[in-house]
């Protein structure tokens, strides 16, 4: 291998990922954010099935910067040195450098190859700063890669349904709403409110919030009220109070 890079690493640095994938530029969730080793491409959701026994590499995305699993990044090359962070109780790596502005200066550790203040014992703020390290100080990588013969997507890896059927469902998780008292006796009353549809419930609830006023009533299945009805009870006032006789 000598100073060359392999073929993976290479895609790495030049491939492009959170783009649109352009062969399924229609499609919802078409970014891509995959490496596929074997053919050293990025690759979108839509893209599995055809690459699905190959060895994949997600890509993710930290402060809009491109970062890798230290757990799948370590099956693949010595990350020894390189300086994490952590996202969702995993702990991430950058790929490409992050040089600052201006230098480091003070006391600490700090990067090898963009001067970026690091916590210790790291020397290295990026994959990309380790790889240009090693290269310059001992001209080969290949000691530092290792043997990966498999390496597939975690479980929770979105992957979408592509026979036809509408993925909106996938766009947000299904949620529970938690409904008031009026809303909870609905539930509880007989079997002809049972089977009320969700639309007038979602109906109740909508002028609850925007008026303020309890019109459950008028949907009721076992007593509809008239307007006039309902208007001589909202104003109904209490009668003048009556004092006790005086003894």
């Keep these: 291998m000598g100073t060359r890079k392999p ?3 290479e895609a790495l640095y030049m491939q492009q990922f959170f783009t649109a994938c352009p062969t399924h530029e229609n499609s919802k969730k078409n970014e891509k954010n995959v490496l596929c080793l074997d053919c050293c491409t990025s690759i979108c959701p839509h893209c599995w099935h055809v690459h699905r026994f190959h060895r994949l590499l997600q890509v993710r995305r930290y402060v809009y910067h491109d970062v890798i699993r230290l757990e799948d990044l370590e ?4 990350c020894s040195n390189i300086q994490a962070y952590t996202i969702n109780s995993a702990k991430v790596l950058f790929i490409k450098k992050r040089p600052q502005n201006r230098q480091f200066k003070g006391a600490g550790n700090y990067c090898t190859s963009c001067d970026r203040s690091l916590q210790e014992p790291f020397i290295h703020c990026s994959l990309g700063c380790k790889v240009d390290f090693i290269l310059q100080h001992y001209r080969d ?8 013969n498999s390496l597939q997507l975690g479980p929770d ?8 059927e509408d993925d909106t469902t996938n ?3 299904h949620s529970t709403v938690d409904f008031d008292d009026p809303m909870s006796s609905c539930s509880a009353n007989s079997s002809g409110s049972e089977n009320m549809s969700m639309s ?3 109906e109740f609830v909508s002028r609850k919030k925007r008026t303020g006023l309890y019109t459950w009533g008028r949907y009721s299945s076992n007593k509809v009220h008239s307007e006039e009805e309902m208007t001589s009870s909202m104003s ?3 009668g003048v109070p009556q004092r006790s006789p005086m003894c």
């Design 141 to 148: 990588i290949t000691p530092f890669l290792r043997v990966c």
């Design 171 to 173: 766009d947000m998780p």
């Design 7 to 9: 073929a993976w690493l």
């Design 236 to 238: 109904r006032r209490k």
């Design 157 to 164: 890896y979105f992957i979408p349904n592509d026979n036809g």
């Design 200 to 202: 007038m419930c979602t």
């Design 75 to 78: 099956k693949l090359i010595d």
